[in-house]
């Protein structure tokens, strides 16, 4: 069994030092390790080119237009057993670089593309996506702060598990953790983390979330988002609707059971999210293909053109 431990930090830092730690834990418990640090790899940022679905969805297989370090750590990834990933938290969520592995995931690795793209693959004789991405995985991450702005790092690190649909395990946060390598309790955390992904790993089909309940019953997301004047609430991460109500002296999210099929960790919610994007996509090349869109176009386009710095030669 693989645990493959990711650091989004910098060099020998915190989250480094904290990977290695739960790579212990996952030892212990038998498992093969190797650790990455993303500021070694160069992993640009998505373009929004699109040109890794269109090549999922016309059965080329589904691989990116960017040429970089990403595929060697997806390939990492899908390989691997179970994972764990650290970020620092920057701007109260995820670093950066992290938000890029989580973009270049994006719609190419989402378990309902995979699927309706094996089957375009299989009709048409074309090349197949990577199948690896409809295997279970156990995934738990940590995010580490130097203070007690952190409120969006744990949805920044669950959307990486969504797409492919891998099971968080853990999602921990540490704040005003800048000494974090010498305080003992925070390091027996992360020690644990790395023991309890191992053993989900060890069986990713059974594995499930072991950490504290969120505020969502579902996904387990502490981050909502409210509308004024109304009790309605969206869960930023699984997009559950429902309504925020107190009950015994405590705020509670409600929805209705049917709404599950919606949720966009679930293989359901994932097809109607597909399928919209179908029909949104399919509209766009129509559009395209008019005067009107292109008139407006040429109009943006002759108004300005962005300044850039000048480059040396
Ligand atoms: C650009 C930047 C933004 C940061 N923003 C936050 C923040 O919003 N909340 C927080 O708790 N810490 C913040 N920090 C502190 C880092 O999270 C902290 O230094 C990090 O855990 C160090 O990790 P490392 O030693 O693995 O590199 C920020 C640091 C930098 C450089």
Redesign the pocket.
């Known amino acids: 069994m693989k645990v493959l431990g990711i650091?989004a930090?910098?060099k020998d830092?915190?989250?480094?030092s904290l990977v290695k730690e739960a790579l212990m834990g996952a030892k212990e418990e038998g498992a093969e390790i190797e650790f990455i640090r993303l500021l070694d790899l160069d992993i640009k940022h998505c373009t929004g080119c699109i040109a890794c679905v269109l090549s999922l969805m016309t059965g080329k297989g589904g691989k990116c237009a960017l040429h970089d370090d990403f595929e060697w750590l997806l390939d990492k990834m899908l390989d691997a057993d179970g994972i764990i990933l650290s970020s620092?938290?920057?701007?109260?969520g995820a670093a950066g670089i992290t938000r890029n592995v989580c973009d270049r995931f994006g719609p190419r690795t989402d378990r309902a593309h995979i699927i309706i793209s094996s089957k375009i693959a299989e009709e048409t004789g074309g090349t197949q996506p990577d199948l690896r991405l409809l295997k279970e995985k156990a995934i738990s991450f940590m995010g580490?702060?130097?203070?007690?702005?952190?409120t969006r790092v744990e949805c920044d690190h669950a959307m990486i598990a969504m797409s492919p649909m891998w099971t968080v395990v853990e999602n921990i946060v540490f704040?005003w953790?800048?000494t974090i390598v010498v305080e003992d309790e925070k390091v027996a955390k992360a020690h644990a983390l790395g023991r309890n992904l191992a053993k989900a790993a060890a069986d990713p089909a059974s594995a499930a979330y072991i950490g504290e309940p969120g505020f969502c019953p579902h996904c387990h997301s502490h981050e909502f988002y409210l509308s004024p004047g109304s009790t309605r609430a969206i869960c930023c991460l699984c997009g559950m609707e429902g309504d925020i109500a107190v009950e015994g002296g405590k705020a509670v999210f409600r929805f209705e059971e049917e709404e599950l099929g919606k949720a966009h960790d679930d293989l359901s919610g994932k097809f109607i999210h597909a399928d919209q994007i179908k029909e949104n996509e399919g509209r766009l090349i129509e559009v395209k293909k008019s005067d009107e869109y292109r008139r407006r176009v040429q109009r943006y386009k002759d108004f300005i053109s962005g300044t850039v710095p000048e480059r040396k030669a």
């Open positions: 650091s930090g910098t830092g915190s989250n480094d620092p938290i920057f701007e109260k580490i702060g130097g203070s007690d702005w952190s704040q953790s800048k």
